[in-house]
């Protein structure tokens, strides 16, 4: 059975880092579901949140083996098994006339999203949660006629005070 973990690489910010983890991961046939980078409270270190696929604990271990490995690498942590939270972006356009506007919002306010741009054939709506939630949300917006998505894939901070730098 396929499982999916997230986990947070800390790496040296230098061109080149994100390819080079990326493409150990693909070239090893496992399959990356989501991976966004972005800077730390450290200007030197960038945090690159991967969701990766896996048959099973044992491949688990060689990508965090063969990760561990690059030179750029500082830090691994599966945050899927630490309390943590948990979060994604999506951006959605979705068709909307002057007859379904009212019932696009009803549906915003109850996701509690944000209608975020508005035109005459379309509006955009921001919503920020968990892949359940996310994909929830499209599949009523399916209705309506879905034009454009946009997401994040996953990002998550560990609970408590401890940095994943020092777990």
Known sequence: MIQKYLLAVLVDNKPGVLTHVSGLISRRAFNIE????????????????????????AELGQVLSQLQ?????????????VPSIERELVLIKVAASKETRADIATVV???R?????????????ELTGTQGKIDSFCQVL???????IARTGAIALSRGPIPVKKM
């Open 34 to 57: 989501s991976i966004s980078a972005g800077y730390t409270e450290d200007p030197d270190i960038t945090r690159i949140n991967i969701v990766v696929s896996v048959e099973s604990e």
């Open 113 to 125: 999203a944000n209608i975020v741009d508005v035109h005459p054939e379309d509006v955009v709506i």
């Open 69 to 81: 490995k690059l030179i750029d690498v500082i830090k691994i942590v599966n945050l899927s098994k």
């Open 109 to 111: 306010d109850i996701f």
């Open 142 to 148: 399916e209705e309506y006629g879905i034009i454009e």
